[in-house]
């Protein structure tokens, strides 16, 4: 019978993100299981979360651990797995824990297998091939740590409580030093994982339009004011955050980081909205996980027109935004 651990961080506020609900959710789903947490104070994530089922809560709290650092997340990590007797790990595949689920695996003897989507008692399903095949897999090797990508599953939710936890101690050093953390500010933030919605905007903002010239300022203001008011995530395919390479007018706020598709990201958004993007294969592949697709294009015949959208607006994006800029502006 398998030791089932789910190993979670506390957020700054002591809290437990979804990301950590999410990794709860699916060790519910497998029967028996514990809950480690890990934190500068793990007791108000522990209550959070008190009525989950759990057999047991483990807690490795201190000041060295609120800060993500691999040194000590690794060193906790591996305490809380021993003193469980853990033969199955799982975490959310956050940043966090993106840089130390294998380091842990290798220091219990085990295996590890990140970007999971699914665990079920037979074993896990992720993707290959940028999002293009699904594998289903098992492993004999034990203990199996298994990184949870977010927003595979919906997150665990049910009533706070009090929960008993049973401090493991854990003697961690680490050379880094967090001093402080830089971070631009609400409204420059384009790349948001947790908006309903995903505006994708593709390489024909920046060419020539009716009028034979090309009109970047106003589509980056366009676009910006959408995003602000929507608080909807931006994307780029490909050739938009291309074209800085090549000499072309850009816009000013897109980066690679924004990309998706073929090459890029798989976001995971509950709808997503195109604009002036060709939609053939390379670019909708990035489009697998959004549950509700729209597009709009001036040409009836572009790829998201041959199955690719829920619904296709053929239009001027420049136009529609603009007047969807002004009714969210009248609300």
């Not at 824990?97 to 992720?126: E, F, N, S, Y």
């Not at 090549?246 to 998706?260: D, R, T």
Request: hydrophobic share 45%; net charge positive.
């Amino acid at each position: 019978m398998e030791n089932i651990l789910v190993i979670v961080h506390t957020e700054p506020n002591g809290s437990l993100a979804k990301p950590a609900l999410e990794a709860v959710a699916v060790a519910k789903t497998l029967g028996s299981f514990s809950v480690g947490l890990i934190g500068a104070d793990t007791q108000k994530a522990a209550n959070q979360i008190a009525g989950c089922g759990a057999a047991k809560f483990l807690a490795v709290t201190g000041a060295e651990f609120s800060q993500p650092r691999y040194a000590t997340d690794a060193a906790a990590a591996e305490a809380i797995a021993k003193a469980a007797a853990a033969t199955i790990v799982i975490v959310p595949h956050t940043s966090r824990w993106g840089r130390v689920a294998a380091g842990v695996a290798a220091r219990l003897g085990g295996r590890a297998d990140t970007h999971v989507t699914g665990v079920t008692a037979t074993g896990i399903t992720r993707w290959y091939y940028r999002q293009r095949m699904e594998a289903q897999m098992t492993r004999t090797q034990r203990p199996w740590v298994i990184a949870l990508d977010p927003g595979c599953v919906a997150p665990w939710t049910g009533a706070a409580g009090t929960a008993a936890t049973t401090p493991v101690a854990v003697t961690a050093t680490s050379r880094t030093q967090v001093t402080g953390i830089k971070a631009p500010e609400a409204s420059q933030q384009t790349i948001r994982p947790d908006a309903k919605l995903l505006f994708v905007a593709g390489a024909g903002w920046t060419k020539k339009q009716a009028d034979g010239a090309t009109h970047v300022p106003e589509a980056a203001e366009i676009i910006l004011g959408f995003l602000n008011a929507s608080k909807a995530s931006l994307g780029s395919s490909k050739s938009l955050v291309d074209l800085s390479g090549e000499g072309q007018a850009v816009l000013p706020f897109m980066s690679h980081l924004n990309q998706i598709g073929q090459t890029g990201s798989t976001p995971r958004h509950p709808k997503g909205l195109s604009t002036c993007c060709h939609g053939e294969e390379p670019h909708t592949v990035g489009w697998r996980f959004i549950n509700e697709r729209r597009a709009i294009s001036l040409d009836p015949n572009c790829g998201w027109a041959r199955g690719k959208a829920d619904v296709l607006y053929v239009a001027d994006a420049f136009a529609v935004m603009r007047k969807v800029n002004a009714l969210l502006a009248g609300k």
